[in-house]
């Protein structure tokens, strides 16, 4: 079985995995990351969304072996080490954009990512086209997209950062 190495959340990890390992079972069934939800298994839902190298991706479509030498963030990951909630999260909280909260985590992770590639700013309508490929069932969308409106400028010059 091929060994794969890749730093998540700053700790390096060396694991051996099968061929055909999603980068979704790595984190959950190996490392015991289960912030990082399976929804959907077929990329529609988005609960499964981590940080890949920078850039926002569904790890139920991509292969832990695609993620050798990859540096991977998930949501366990965004809270810093003395549990202050990373500033999307505390907005997130502010605002009650989440109810059973299992999209809560790909749905964060993707809000970071789209305030990243959007540094000017963001419009209503822009965040929630932003957000065409994360599913909630429950809140109607209206306090996520409040949310993230709050959280954008405070992310303006701040990157998830993550202690190697």
């Given at each position: 079985?091929?060994?794969?190495?890749?730093?998540?959340?700053?700790?390096?990890h060396?694991?051996?995995v099968?061929?055909r390992?999603?980068l979704?079972?790595l984190?959950?069934?190996?490392?015991?990351?289960?912030g990082?939800?399976?929804?959907?298994?077929?990329?529609?839902?988005?609960?499964?969304?981590v940080?890949v190298?920078?850039?926002?991706?569904?790890?139920?479509?991509?292969?832990?072996?695609?993620?050798?030498?990859?540096?991977v963030?998930?949501?366990?990951g965004?809270?810093?080490?003395d549990?202050?909630l990373h500033p999307?999260?505390?907005?997130?909280?502010e605002h009650?954009?989440?109810?059973?909260?299992?999209?809560?985590?790909?749905?964060?992770?993707?809000?970071?990512?789209?305030?990243?590639?959007?540094?000017?700013g963001l419009?209503?309508?822009?965040?929630?086209?932003?957000?065409?490929?994360?599913?909630?069932?429950?809140?109607g969308?209206?306090?996520?997209?409040k949310?993230i409106a709050?959280?954008?400028?405070?992310?303006q010059?701040?990157?998830p950062?993550?202690?190697?």
């Open positions: 079985m091929p060994l794969v190495s890749l730093t998540v959340n700053g700790t390096k060396t694991v051996e099968e061929g390992t999603l979704v079972e984190l959950r069934e190996q490392l015991g990351l289960t990082t939800h399976v929804g959907c298994d077929t990329s529609q839902c988005g609960a499964c969304v940080h190298n920078g850039e926002s991706v569904k790890s139920c479509t991509m292969l832990a072996v695609q993620a050798d030498g990859a540096s963030l998930t949501i366990e965004l809270a810093a080490p549990g202050t999307m999260q505390e907005m997130f909280r009650h954009a989440l109810q059973c909260g299992f999209c809560t985590p790909g749905m964060v992770m993707s809000a970071i990512d789209l305030v990243q590639r959007h540094p000017e419009t209503e309508a822009q965040i929630r086209h932003g957000l065409e490929g994360n599913l909630c069932r429950c809140t969308y209206h306090n996520i997209v949310a709050a959280a954008a400028p405070l992310l010059d701040k990157q950062v993550v202690a190697e």
